[in-house]
């Protein structure tokens, strides 16, 4: 079992800058990517970003490509998205999600994660 905690969201003004952070506990040798998803009111869930823990490589959506960055810290077990220009279509709860046997052609596919946080707002006025 592995346990997933955000960290970090909050209100910003556009044009304003936060970083997210998501620390893994439990099992965490399991992993083997963690990654970022948004959810807004009424919406899907939506893939912004994913790092995958063996290697290092990361993914990301168009969306936020330019804008964000995520980053890793092994040694706490801790995801980190430095989101930067934020715009109002930014606001959403953001989840960290981990993989346990990850799929390197779906890791856009919420369906593919085996464990999620239980998010943090971000909430980003004009």
């Known amino acids: 079992q592995v346990q997933l905690e955000e960290s970090g969201g909050g209100l910003v003004q556009a044009g304003d800058s936060l970083r997210l952070s998501c620390a893994a506990s439990?099992?965490?040798?399991?992993?083997?990517?963690m990654g970022w998803f948004r959810q807004a009111p009424g919406k899907e869930r939506e893939f912004i970003a994913v790092?995958?823990?063996?290697?290092?490589?990361?993914r990301y959506s168009e969306s936020v490509k330019g804008r964000f960055t995520i980053s890793r810290d092994s040694g706490k077990n801790t995801l980190y998205l430095q989101m930067n220009s934020l715009k109002p279509e930014d606001t959403a709860v953001y989840f960290c999600?981990?993989?346990?046997?990850?799929?390197?052609?779906?890791?856009?596919?919420?369906?593919?994660?085996?464990?999620w946080g239980q998010g943090t707002q971000v909430t980003v006025s004009s």
């Open positions: 999600a981990a993989d346990k046997d990850y799929y390197g052609g779906r890791y856009y596919d919420a369906a593919i994660y085996d464990y």
């Open positions: 439990g099992r965490t040798f399991t992993i083997d990517a």
């Open positions: 790092n995958r823990w063996s290697t290092g490589t990361t």
